[in-house]
């Protein structure tokens, strides 16, 4: 919707509205994640195409993807590692496009590894400029960390995690009353500054260094809520099973488990601190 020229709009974005094509993001390599500027598949262009070669891995959700959005370097010797990167509309079924199975922590297959191999890729399917690819990464991330704040899911959790509570006896438990009272006001600035960002914001315009403090923050209190309901739920969340037999109350080593790659994936904490410091404060 802001980079792609009128023939990849045309192309691709009633796909994406209706669901029809689903799309995953190839950015992360290894040795290139938080230090995303490292990465080092290449893009070789000769005549109309790309001859692409690398790998991406914590590709979230590969195996059903149609499509993905890759970062890829097509210029080796650019003066700084942020240039000569560009973004390249990958199609997941052409020939040398291999995708393996990532299992994590908690037992389940959200990830995966993007093996490329000399994948011909059509040059119509560059977005932006040759070697201008940073720029549409940088606008593409903060809305991305935006949408990992979750506030909206955070919120409705919350009243989920005030449920599970009364089940189990401990709204008047004074400990848990004051654990979930210290949750809820944060979860109250987060959201109120949600709320300033969004109001503030013209269509079309970059979120700026707020989308790392949303990040920041909203990870936090995803994983907060997770051990709480873990706190509540007591020995039965422990219990190693399934999906199809998990507790009813929905919290559990699952939940939990997975919760741990919130202040890892779509920039670390340690990058979100990093970027608040110096683009926001000016440190």
């Known amino acids: 919707m802001r980079f792609g020229?009128?023939?990849q709009q045309e192309r691709f974005l009633l796909g994406i509205l209706s669901g029809e094509e689903y799309w995953c993001q190839g950015f992360s390599e290894p040795g290139a994640g938080s230090d995303l500027a490292a990465l080092r598949t290449t893009a070789v262009r000769q005549g109309d195409t790309f001859i692409v070669n690398g790998q991406k891995t914590w590709t979230t959700t590969a195996q059903h993807a149609d499509y993905m959005f890759t970062l890829v370097r097509t210029d080796p010797d650019a003066g700084k590692p942020q240039q000569g990167i560009s973004m390249l509309l990958i199609d997941l079924t052409l020939p040398g496009v291999e995708v393996r199975p990532i299992r994590t922590i908690d037992g389940d297959h959200h990830v995966n590894e993007v093996f490329l191999d000399n994948v011909e890729v059509p040059a119509d399917l560059l977005v932006h400029e040759e070697n201008r690819g940073w720029d549409v990464a940088k606008f593409l991330l903060g809305n991305e960390r935006v949408s990992i704040a979750n506030v909206g899911q955070s919120k409705a959790e919350i009243r989920l995690l005030k449920q599970l509570l009364a089940t189990h006896d401990l709204l008047d438990d004074p400990i848990m009353a004051m654990k979930l009272a210290d949750?809820?006001?944060?979860?109250?600035?987060?959201?109120?500054?949600n709320l300033r960002m969004l109001s503030a914001l013209a269509p079309g315009a970059d979120v700026g260094p707020l989308a790392s403090l949303l990040k920041l923050r909203g990870s936090e209190i995803q994983q907060r809520i997770?051990?709480?309901a873990m706190?509540?739920?007591?020995?039965?969340?422990?219990?190693?099973?399934?999906?199809?037999?998990?507790?009813?109350?929905?919290y559990g080593t699952h939940g939990w488990?997975?919760?741990?790659?919130f202040t890892i994936f779509g920039g670390s904490s340690e990058v979100m601190k990093n970027i608040v410091a110096k683009q926001s404060l000016g440190l």
């Open 183 to 193: 949750l809820e006001a944060d979860f109250l600035a987060q959201e109120v500054t």
């Open 257 to 261: 488990l997975f919760s741990r790659a």
């Open 231 to 250: 706190e509540a739920t007591g020995p039965a969340a422990a219990v190693w099973a399934d999906a199809s037999e998990r507790d009813s109350d929905g």
């Open 5 to 7: 020229n009128a023939a």
């Open 226 to 228: 997770q051990e709480l």
